[in-house]
């Protein structure tokens, strides 16, 4: 089975402070995406990369980066966090076969104070 | 762009009856593969079913089948015999052909299931 998981369940942070959430996939996958996750929003699209040192915007990049210095595994990183940020975050990854499914991690419950 | 809609937030159902979930999506391109997913309280997203543009043949996995109508651009999921472990949020997406694709999610229905 695919697994990827993600660094923390639960994160709490404070305003202005950098925070990295870090992802891990051990399926050798080379596309890997980050979503955040709100009530009545669904997932919306932050980042992904289609491969090591690539990536590529989603729909709402706004105040993150990312970094994919390895094929398994993908930082998103929020550099200077806000209040606004305070959502559910998940990590997926997939082939590059638009016919194979999206795998997910068990996402991070993020808090900004 | 493509977009996925959902337009049911909600929806119940006794248990061991049958449900079935709405989604539309609208898109120009031709080649393309439709998913469900569902998200249990315990939050892992995982893949229920998934359907390739260019088959007629719908879907089908044990309980969970769909009603792919193309010409429509309809997707809907039908649960038989519901059960307590179904109670989900399922997400319907979209994922365009060719490599490197990304998913486009609907904004999800929350299914409950009475005892």
């Known amino acids: 089975d695919v697994k990827v998981t993600q660094s923390s369940r639960y994160l709490v942070k404070r305003t202005g402070e950098k925070v990295f959430l870090e992802c891990v996939q051990d399926?050798?996958?080379?596309?890997m995406f980050w979503y955040r996750q709100d009530p009545g929003l669904g997932l919306r699209l932050i980042y992904f990369?289609?491969?090591?040192?690539?990536?590529e915007k989603g729909d709402i990049p706004e105040g993150y980066s990312v970094s994919r210095e390895k094929k398994e595994r993908f930082s998103l990183i929020l550099e200077s966090a806000s209040t606004n940020q305070t959502s559910m975050y998940l990590c997926?990854?997939?082939?590059?076969?638009?016919?194979?499914?999206?795998?997910f991690g068990d996402g991070t419950r993020l808090s900004i104070l | 762009a493509q977009t996925v809609t959902q337009s049911q937030p909600e929806m119940s159902v006794q248990e061991a009856e049958t449900v079935t979930l709405s989604c539309t999506y609208d898109?120009?391109?031709?080649?393309?593969?439709l998913f469900w997913y569902k998200q249990p309280p315990s939050r892992q997203m995982i893949l229920v079913i998934r359907?390739?543009?260019?088959?007629?043949q719908n879907a089908t996995e044990n309980r969970f089948s769909v009603n792919f109508q193309k010409a429509a651009k309809s997707f809907s999921l039908k649960i038989s015999d519901s059960q307590l472990g179904d109670a989900a949020m399922y997400f319907c997406?979209?994922?365009?052909?060719?490599?490197?694709?990304?998913?486009?999610f609907g904004k999800g229905i929350t299914l409950s299931v009475r005892p």
């Open positions: 997926a990854s997939s082939s590059i076969f638009s016919n194979q499914p999206q795998h």
């Open positions: 990369s289609y491969d090591v040192k690539m990536k």
């Open positions: 399926m050798d996958h080379e596309n």
């Open positions: 898109t120009s391109e031709s080649d393309y593969y």
């Open positions: 997406a979209y994922r365009s052909g060719g490599a490197n694709s990304k998913l486009t």
């Open positions: 359907q390739e543009a260019y088959k007629q």
